[in-house]
């Protein structure tokens, strides 16, 4: 299928297995000849393969074996069903010839700590079983042959959602609010500067995400490799995509002659957030840092195993310009077009998104912005792919299933074709 099956090789382990009298955890009779399992693609990791962002979310099984469908805005965060676990997910939309079912197993907000352990024993973790576990059970009904692995973007030095939303807030708060108001409405100052790279992750930081990441993904291949039916399969260590651009559209660039290298530009506020890209044009290049810096550590990750696991089908995927030209405020259309979730926030858990501030005064900004922070889920999916985005790392995963390479990267191109080599 893949161009990694040894079909020789499995049968000869199918007989053997069957001969023993067990296969992936089923009992056989001596002897018998044992019917192969059916194929499966599986997803693991985080947000960025779960599908956050791109609706169609589907329940999902908690630690305690119940199924959790949509509980209500105002429900804790913790609960299972806001992994959002899409039915639009790239998993899902990808062409995998020869894969008989797709379990999608990644959760929004998954750390490296959350394959090995349930998520709930650690901070703003959701009521799930450890990925392991979930592989495991997979593992007893059908042969893995595909796992798309999504895995570093957040973990115990730092975690996508809150550089995104720091970014964001500092924006928000430099464009309504004038730097005396901070101490006179506020009780304090509060952040207005642009993002820089180290805002978002120290060096030191970056290398003990990588260690925390290597430990949980040698975790995962051990597993792997003692559960899968005929021991062949192929990991792909896909990487992130920035949703914003290295610059904006000339036209977020000012609104009534006012551009945010000054506090209270409130008109050029309301545009960008509109837009989706509610962040200083300055916090860009730290943003592009970031994702890099991220793109390295999966690549590092990726090397370190095929060093450690030097049998195993190993494959690292840079989708980083999987969406150049179709980023928030890339274009003047944005959102329209875009393949990233715009920042949306909801006055309450009321379930109905704030498209426009405008007209909106400081305090209001503030009640909205807390909204997030209190309920998680009403801003959740923000900067994430969409469902028009997990298409595309739909057409990535194919593209990294079927290489016979160790390394490819997913580009789109000025057209809008998808190359992967």
Not at 149 to 163: I, Y
């Amino acid at each position: 299928m893949f161009g990694f099956r040894r079909p020789a090789f499995a049968a000869a382990l199918a007989l053997t297995l069957a001969a023993t009298g067990t296969l992936s955890g089923i009992a056989t009779a001596p002897g018998t000849a044992t019917a192969a399992l059916p194929t499966a693609a599986v997803a693991l990791g985080d947000s960025f393969v779960s599908g956050e962002g791109a609706g169609g979310y589907q329940p999902v099984v908690d630690v305690n074996g119940t199924p959790q469908s949509f509980p209500g805005w105002s429900a804790p965060n913790s609960n299972a069903f806001f992994c959002h676990r899409s039915a639009n997910a790239s998993l899902h939309q990808a062409n995998l010839p020869g894969i008989s079912a797709r379990f999608n197993l990644a959760c929004s907000g998954g750390q490296p700590y959350d394959i090995a352990n349930a998520s709930a024993g650690r901070t703003k973790g959701r009521t799930v079983a450890a990925q392991l576990d979930q592989l495991r059970a997979v593992a007893q009904t059908h042969d893995i042959d595909l796992v798309l692995l999504g895995l570093g973007s957040n973990n115990s030095s730092f975690t996508f959602g809150d550089v995104a939303s720091d970014c964001a807030n500092r924006f928000i708060a430099d464009a309504w609010t004038g730097w005396w108001e901070f101490w006179a409405y506020l009780g304090g100052p509060v952040e207005q500067a642009p993002c820089a790279g180290d805002d978002l992750g120290t060096p030191a930081e970056f290398a003990a995400a990588t260690a925390e990441t290597t430990n949980a993904v040698r975790q995962l291949l051990a597993t792997l490799d003692q559960v899968d039916a005929d021991g062949q399969h192929r990991i792909v260590f896909q990487d992130y995509t920035n949703p914003l651009p290295f610059d904006f559209e000339s036209r977020f660039h000012e609104e009534d002659s006012r551009d945010d290298s000054r506090d209270k530009f409130r008109a050029l506020g309301a545009e960008r957030y509109a837009a989706g890209c509610p962040v200083h044009r300055a916090s860009l290049a730290a943003g592009h840092l970031f994702s890099t810096g991220l793109g390295t550590l999966v690549q590092s990750v990726h090397g370190t195993m095929r060093a450690e696991f030097p049998g195993d089908d190993l494959v690292y995927l840079n989708v980083q310009r999987a969406f150049d030209g179709a980023r928030l405020c890339e274009t003047g259309s944005s959102p329209t077009g875009a393949l990233a979730t715009p920042i949306r926030l909801q006055d309450g858990p009321t379930g109905v998104p704030v498209t426009s501030l405008s007209g909106y005064d400081k305090i209001a900004i503030q009640r909205i912005a807390n909204a997030c922070v209190t309920y998680f889920q009403t801003c959740q999916e923000s900067w994430h792919p969409n469902a028009a985005g997990h298409a595309v790392l739909g057409q990535c995963l194919a593209g990294a299933a079927a290489t016979p390479n160790r390394a490819v990267a997913c580009v789109r191109s000025g057209t809008g074709a998808i190359s992967v080599g």
